[in-house]
């Protein structure tokens, strides 16, 4: 029995009246001499059907006591020699009567009511395919059998082999059925089952982006865990975490994104990679020392590969951390006399991973202090 029913029992309490009343008790309150009587004092009682109430104490007359029912709805019996255990068997109402050695009596009248039986996701549930709710059935007498009037659309069984509960609705195909949960007593309780594959709904329906970076769609609908597919990966791909849709912009080009969720659902997104101009500043430089020259960089698709049409006159090209700087390291030739030599031009041509490039022009110069002839 489901223990929240154990202790719902309803009593409609009649308070007996007190010592010195008409009809009430007289003599000492225990002991021999104190009357027949009941504790707490009353004279009608309701208990819900399948389940007892044995907390009223029988108390005074002459033990041991005999207890009687009027009708088979409701069973009594005395527990520990003083306990009244009072039974629902069926609804109905009964007169119980209480009986000492002496022939003194009590009677209580006892309603047994039977309590609907109801299930934890009420009685219209919508599903999708593929998708299953754990329930639990309450009220009425268990142990209860479950059925499904459509089996080709859902399923019900007991999710851990026992007749008491809880239960597993198991969506199959769309359709309509009525899933019938039947107690002990062959009393039907009846629950309408919707199956419907529930729409995968993406916003915004398409996403836009600069290549090298990503954007975020939310998804709605179906039902988890979902998947991702891109038809060209190349130009962007997706993953899921939750109900977010995260898109990787890599080049520019468009592509769909295919969504599926578990009840085999899809969806698709049409996605558009615009480019991500790569711009190197400033586009040409001249120096005279040894020292870095740096350029600033935006936009492109990092990392970032340098191509330099004269190696020699070079002897590094490295890159920030962020990708937002491109240093160049010049090497100043020995002249001769010292320090004087023609100009060098050096191009370097900044590629990105889409393979746009743009070049910047480095011209090594003689010092300004050099005599020369």
């Known amino acids: 029995m489901k223990s929240i029913f154990k202790i719902l029992v309803l009593l409609s309490v009649v308070l007996m009246a007190s010592c010195g009343g008409g009809g009430g008790f007289s003599g000492t309150p225990n002991g021999p001499s104190a009357k027949l009587r009941v504790f707490p004092p009353i004279e009608s009682a309701a208990v819900p059907v399948g389940y007892s109430y044995a907390t009223v104490e029988i108390q005074g007359g002459r033990p041991p006591y005999v207890v009687t029912t009027s009708q088979a709805a409701v069973g009594v019996a005395v527990v520990d020699g003083s306990k009244l255990q009072i039974s629902g068997l069926a609804a109905g ?10 022939r003194a009596v009590i009677k209580i009248q006892v309603t047994a009511n ?11 549930v ?45 969506g199959v195909s769309d359709g309509v059925g009525v899933l019938t949960v039947t107690d002990s007593t062959n009393t039907d309780f009846v629950m309408n089952v919707t199956v419907k594959a529930f729409p995968i709904v993406v916003t915004p329906a398409a996403g836009t982006g600069k290549a090298g970076t990503s954007i975020a769609l939310a998804i709605g609908g179906g039902m988890a ?32 994104l295919v969504i599926r969720d578990g009840q085999g659902g899809t969806q698709s997104v049409d996605i558009t990679v615009d480019d991500s101009t790569l711009v190197v500043a400033p586009s040409a430089v001249s120096t005279f020392t040894a020292a870095p020259v740096v350029f600033r960089l935006t936009g492109g698709v ?28 010049p090497v100043i030739p020995a002249g001769a006399p010292a320090g004087c030599f023609a100009d060098i031009s050096v191009v370097i041509s900044v590629y990105d991973q889409t393979g746009s490039f743009r070049d910047a022009t480095m011209t090594i110069k003689q010092s300004p202090s050099a005599v020369c002839p």
């Not at 039977?114 to 219209?124: E, F, H």
């Open 93 to 102: 109402t009964s007169e119980v009567g209480i009986v000492d050695q002496e």
């Open 126 to 170: 919508s599903i999708g395919p593929k998708q299953s709710l754990s329930f639990d059935v309450t009220g009425g007498i268990a142990p209860y059998k479950v059925r499904s009037s459509e089996s080709r659309i859902f399923t019900v069984a007991p999710s851990q082999q026992s007749s008491f509960g809880p239960f597993v609705l198991t």
């Open 114 to 124: 039977l309590i609907p039986m109801k299930s934890t996701i009420g009685t219209n």
């Open 225 to 256: 865990p979902f998947t991702v597919l891109s038809a060209d990966s190349s130009v962007a791909d997706g993953s899921v975490t939750g109900d977010v849709l995260t898109v990787v912009l890599k080049k520019k080009g468009t592509t769909k």
């Open 302 to 329: 990092p990392p970032f590969v340098p191509v330099v049409s004269n190696p020699s006159a070079v002897s590094s090209v490295t890159f920030a951390a962020d990708n937002t700087q491109m240093l160049v390291t």
